[in-house]
């Protein structure tokens, strides 16, 4: 008797879970999009398998489906898998360390004679292969470039760019080595309805 009203607490404590799901939970209840909005963190530690041209030409494809401007576009992607150049670039930032031991990175440039607001319109395109690299499985995390002038130049010159370009940031990427857990950064009293 006891046994059968135990069983009974424990079926309804687990319909209750259920059904409150999507309550404590919310990303996971909307759509996969959502969800991989949710689940991206930056990564920098990485496995050491490369990534396939494939792969890296949807992440720049990802890129170019950004919002921009007047639609001017105003960008260039170089998509780095040289051993050589990534060390060179890793030991010229300061912050991109992981450069070295991530298989690729794409960095992200602007063309200012194009689009004054080209900083934007290339932030959208790095935010959206941050976003396509969590959905298929990879870890990447934005390193600034711009606007700090020592990064600038070790880019330019490492990459060999035309002056007329500018890089945003440079994202290595790769399959990551561990687990990484998003951070919660959900804050409803940064949240204003109908006026501050
Ligand atoms: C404009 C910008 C510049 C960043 N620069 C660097 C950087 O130089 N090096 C780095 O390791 N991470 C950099 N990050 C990544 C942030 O540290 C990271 O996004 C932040 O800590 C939040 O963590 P999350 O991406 O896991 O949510 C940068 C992010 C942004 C948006």
């Not at 909005?37 to 990802?62: E, G, H, P, W």
């Not at 401007?69 to 998509?79: D, T």
């Not at 976003?131 to 130049?153: C, F, H, K, Q």
Request: neutral net charge; proline residues 8%; hydrophobic residues 45%.
């Amino acid at each position: 008797m006891v046994g059968l009203l135990k069983i009974k607490i424990m079926r309804s404590f687990v319909v209750l879970l259920f059904l409150s799901l999507p309550f404590l939970c919310p990303a996971q209840a909307v759509n996969p999009v959502v969800e991989n909005i949710f689940q991206r963190k930056s990564v920098r530690t990485y496995k050491n398998i490369d990534v396939s041209r494939d792969t890296l030409d949807i992440l720049v494809r990802a890129g170019m489906a950004a919002p921009t401007a007047r639609n001017l576009q105003p960008w260039h992607f170089v998509v780095l898998t040289d051993k050589e150049l990534k060390n060179r670039l890793a030991s010229e930032l300061p912050y991109a360390k992981m450069l070295s031991n991530a298989p690729a990175a794409i960095i992200v440039f602007g063309d200012p004679e194009k689009s004054s607001l080209w900083m934007y319109d290339c932030s959208a395109a790095t935010e959206n292969i941050l976003l396509a690299a969590e959905s298929m499985g990879l870890g990447a995390v934005w390193t600034a470039a711009y606007p700090y002038e020592d990064r600038i130049n070790a880019v330019m010159s490492v990459l060999s760019v035309p002056e007329q370009y500018l890089p945003l940031c440079v994202i290595p990427l790769g399959y990551p080595d561990r687990d990484n857990a998003p951070k919660d950064k959900w804050n409803p009293e940064r949240v204003h309805y109908n006026g501050w």
